[in-house]
């Protein structure tokens, strides 16, 4: 277990954590939230010793071992394979090695090559790799999506389930998050409250919280207000004197709660323009290569709608961004032919073309110069929606970060009429609840999209047919991606989960904890299910109750019989209580319910061979 006791960290005058207190304990898999620049990351480094902590202290247990990513790249050994191995015996490792290397997008080819030949992404996932191998106790994982492919983030959410130490994930992928883990841990106005379950149950514990302390905020308020009349009205009066006195006492004894800032969150909504045709854009035979004998794209042929949502996946390096730039029209074909039919207005966000910004110009201007009629007000109004309010809009954009260069290309598309959204992870540098509202945006969005992403939930949500990068060149799929995954799925996936060396006696064991989970199952949801309905119906058989009080009520007041119409209403208003009161306790226990289903799910998957 590892204990953070009265922890505070500071930079300068911000503030990021204020006296936590939580413990991490064994087995938990724990999902760490919050907006970006709240601390999730240092909180990491401070976990692992590369940051220090200003008062209070983090226990770790002697021979505790933790395996934290680093995104330090720095590689000793002449292949793949031997630099996740390190100094461990090959022999006995290499297995264990090849099926976490294969789990994360290598190749068996690949597991001789030199670490130096492999782009940054796949580097990154080297050191994961290596991670993953040394088997430690705590698995501190930051951003794995933004690494990671569809395909390789499925698999890693298939191992960390079967994982048997503990494990705290930062993502912004929900989803991906919410299927891996126990425990929230949300970091929340400096403060860090631990809960058990999923992201919505830590979200909708805050907003009660946050209603019942302003609810309790404005009722003192108002005794404060009350109390003051009372003093100014009577202090001067010598028979009240001495109770004016006692309200000034117990006035200044009042604590006065501050009104909680509002914490300002992305805001989308993508401006449409119309367009009276049913055809967007016409892609003939297309074919491309950054080398004539190597081609990424062949012969592929599409017609994408005026309220198509195509969703583009595979694995990295296939050449998903490539097929972008080619629609986009940054790049030009081989051969084939892409049609844009008169009316498309197109917005393309893709995380590297934040080169194109003019740097001179501050983010006013640089929104502004999409649209000559846009007035300023809307170009403040849009800076304020990418959190540039105020004088941030009046900064220049060579003194942006990366991440606040990503919002200005996004301030951009929101600031000008389009029909056809071309986006390339667009979810990179968003927390979660950025993605939520860049969710809703587009589903909002009356007109068509073509997304590369590896988030889920976005494309669960959004992807009516795919174009799919697997084999030697993409092709089209008619479906949604749930349909995709029953249908079809992806085949490197079924390759990785045919490799295994269980044994006969650990499939035994597994066969049997499995089947105690099953009947544990059984016997909880049976309880359940007998205090729900008996829970109906008794909320029928009042509501039936209710039903023939009020006729009766209607009755009585045409025959003129007060008295006996006060008694009825009285049991009214007596039965809408009860009624409200049966219903809170279905909605509790259809949530615990829910959240049983889903811990024991999770808990017959790392069972399951």
Same mark, same amino acid.
């Given at each position: 277990?590892?204990?953070?006791?009265?922890?505070?960290?500071?930079?300068?005058?911000?503030?990021?954590?204020?006296?936590?207190?939580?413990?991490?304990?064994?087995?938990?898999?724990?999902?760490?939230?919050?907006?970006?620049?709240?601390?999730?990351?240092?909180?990491?480094?401070?976990?692992? $010793?590369?940051?220090?902590?200003?008062?209070?202290?983090?226990?770790?247990?002697?021979?505790?071992?933790?395996?934290?990513?680093?995104?330090?790249?720095?590689?000793?050994?002449?292949?793949?394979?031997?630099?996740?191995?390190? +100094?461990?015996?090959?022999?006995?490792?290499?297995?264990?090695?090849?099926?976490?290397?294969?789990?994360?997008?290598?190749?068996?080819?690949?597991?001789?090559?030199?670490?130096?030949?492999?782009?940054?992404?796949?580097?990154?996932?080297?050191?994961?790799?290596?991670?993953?191998?040394?088997?430690?106790?705590?698995?501190?994982?930051?951003?794995?999506?933004?690494?990671?492919?569809?395909?390789?983030?499925?698999?890693?959410?298939?191992?960390?389930?079967?994982?048997?130490?503990?494990?705290?994930?930062?993502?912004?992928?929900?989803?991906?998050?919410?299927?891996?883990?126990?425990?929230?841990?949300?970091?929340?106005?400096?403060?860090?409250?631990?809960?058990?379950?999923?992201?919505? %149950?830590?979200?909708?514990?805050?907003?009660?919280?946050?209603?019942?302390?302003?609810?309790?905020?404005?009722?003192?308020?108002?005794?404060?207000?009350?109390?003051?009349?009372?003093?100014?009205?009577?202090?001067?009066?010598?028979?009240?004197?001495?109770?004016?006195?006692?309200?000034?006492?117990?006035?200044?004894?009042?604590?006065?709660?501050?009104?909680?800032?509002?914490?300002?969150?992305?805001?989308?909504?993508?401006?449409?323009?119309?367009?009276?045709?049913?055809?967007?854009?016409?892609?003939?035979?297309?074919?491309?290569?950054?080398?004539?004998?190597? #081609?990424?794209?062949?012969?592929?042929?599409?017609?994408?709608?005026?309220?198509?949502?195509?969703?583009?996946?595979?694995?990295?390096?296939?050449?998903?961004?490539?097929?972008?730039?080619?629609?986009? $029209?940054?790049?030009?074909?081989?051969?084939?032919?892409?049609?844009?039919?008169?009316?498309?207005?197109?917005?393309?966000?893709?995380?590297?073309?934040?080169?194109?910004?003019?740097?001179?110009?501050?983010? =006013?201007?640089?929104?502004?110069?999409?649209?000559?009629?846009?007035?300023?007000? =809307?170009?403040?109004?849009?800076?304020?929606?990418? #959190?540039?309010?105020?004088?941030?809009?009046?900064? !220049?954009? %060579?003194?942006?970060?990366?991440?606040?260069?990503?919002?200005?290309?996004?301030? !951009?598309?929101?600031?000008?009429?389009?029909?056809?959204?071309?986006?390339?992870?667009?979810?990179?540098?968003?927390?979660?609840?950025?993605?939520?509202?860049?969710?809703?945006?587009?589903?909002?969005?009356?007109?068509?999209?073509?997304?590369?992403?590896?988030?889920?939930?976005?494309?669960?949500?959004?992807?009516?047919?795919?174009?799919?990068?697997?084999?030697?060149?993409?092709?089209?799929?008619?479906?949604?991606?749930?349909?995709?995954?029953?249908?079809?799925?992806?085949?490197?996936?079924?390759?990785?989960?045919?490799?295994?060396?269980? @044994?006969? =006696?650990?499939?035994?064991?597994? !066969?049997?904890?499995?089947?105690?989970?099953?009947?544990?199952?059984?016997?909880?949801?049976?309880?359940?299910?007998?205090?729900?309905?008996?829970?109906?119906?008794?909320?029928?058989?009042? +509501?039936?109750?209710?039903?023939?009080?009020?006729?009766?009520?209607?009755?009585?007041?045409?025959?003129?019989?007060?008295?006996?119409?006060?008694?009825?209403?009285? +049991?009214?208003?007596?039965?809408?209580?009860?009624?409200?009161?049966?219903?809170?306790?279905?909605?509790?226990?259809?949530?615990?319910?829910?959240?049983?289903?889903?811990?024991? %799910?999770?808990?017959?998957? !790392?069972?399951? @061979?």
């Amino acid at each position: 277990m590892i204990s953070f006791d009265n922890l505070s960290k500071s930079y300068g005058s911000r503030l990021l954590f204020d006296n936590i207190v939580f413990n991490i304990n064994p087995r938990e898999r724990i999902g760490l939230i919050g907006r970006n620049g709240h601390g999730k990351s240092t909180l990491f480094k401070m976990i692992v $010793g590369e940051e220090s902590v200003d008062t209070g202290t983090i226990s770790i247990p002697k021979n505790y071992r933790i395996g934290y990513l680093s995104q330090r790249i720095e590689f000793t050994k002449k292949t793949v394979v031997e630099e996740v191995i390190g +100094e461990e015996d090959i022999d006995t490792s290499r297995y264990k090695a090849e099926k976490i290397l294969i789990g994360l997008g290598f190749s068996m080819e690949d597991m001789d090559k030199s670490p130096d030949s492999f782009s940054g992404g796949y580097q990154v996932r080297l050191n994961l790799a290596k991670v993953l191998l040394e088997e430690p106790n705590l698995l501190l994982l930051d951003e794995p999506s933004n690494y990671l492919d569809l395909i390789s983030l499925r698999w890693l959410k298939s191992f960390l389930l079967k994982w048997h130490g503990e494990v705290m994930l930062i993502t912004h992928d929900k989803l991906f998050l919410d299927d891996i883990i126990t425990h929230t841990v949300g970091i929340h106005r400096n403060k860090i409250r631990k809960i058990a379950g999923k992201t919505d %149950n830590f979200y909708e514990q805050i907003i009660m919280s946050e209603e019942i302390y302003e609810k309790t905020r404005v009722n003192e308020e108002q005794k404060r207000k009350d109390i003051e009349k009372f003093i100014i009205r009577f202090k001067s009066k010598a028979s009240m004197a001495s109770r004016a006195q006692s309200r000034v006492k117990s006035l200044a004894k009042m604590d006065q709660k501050d009104k909680l800032d509002k914490i300002r969150d992305l805001e989308f909504s993508f401006k449409h323009k119309p367009f009276t045709g049913k055809q967007l854009m016409r892609v003939d035979n297309l074919s491309f290569g950054y080398k004539s004998d190597e #081609l990424l794209i062949k012969d592929l042929s599409l017609i994408v709608g005026s309220e198509d949502r195509i969703g583009i996946i595979g694995k990295n390096g296939k050449g998903k961004s490539t097929l972008l730039k080619l629609l986009a $029209g940054v790049l030009k074909p081989i051969s084939g032919e892409i049609t844009y039919y008169n009316g498309m207005e197109m917005g393309y966000y893709e995380q590297t073309n934040v080169s194109t910004l003019d740097e001179s110009r501050t983010v =006013e201007e640089e929104i502004a110069s999409v649209s000559e009629t846009i007035t300023r007000t =809307e170009v403040r109004g849009i800076a304020a929606s990418m #959190l540039f309010t105020q004088d941030q809009a009046l900064k !220049k954009v %060579n003194v942006l970060s990366g991440g606040e260069k990503s919002r200005v290309m996004l301030g !951009k598309i929101l600031a000008k009429p389009i029909n056809l959204i071309i986006f390339d992870e667009p979810t990179n540098h968003l927390d979660m609840q950025a993605v939520d509202g860049l969710i809703d945006a587009l589903d909002s969005f009356e007109g068509a999209m073509i997304i590369v992403t590896h988030n889920e939930m976005l494309l669960k949500a959004i992807a009516n047919r795919l174009i799919v990068f697997e084999g030697d060149h993409p092709f089209l799929f008619e479906g949604n991606y749930d349909y995709f995954l029953d249908k079809v799925g992806f085949k490197d996936e079924v390759t990785v989960a045919k490799k295994s060396n269980i @044994s006969k =006696e650990d499939k035994k064991e597994m !066969k049997r904890i499995r089947a105690e989970l099953i009947t544990k199952k059984g016997s909880v949801m049976k309880k359940y299910d007998t205090e729900m309905k008996e829970l109906e119906e008794s909320i029928n058989s009042a +509501e039936e109750r209710l039903t023939l009080l009020n006729a009766d009520i209607i009755s009585l007041s045409e025959s003129g019989n007060g008295a006996k119409t006060v008694d009825i209403s009285k +049991e009214v208003v007596t039965l809408k209580v009860t009624i409200e009161e049966l219903f809170s306790s279905l909605e509790k226990l259809d949530k615990e319910k829910t959240q049983f289903v889903e811990e024991i %799910n999770a808990e017959m998957l !790392k069972y399951k @061979s």
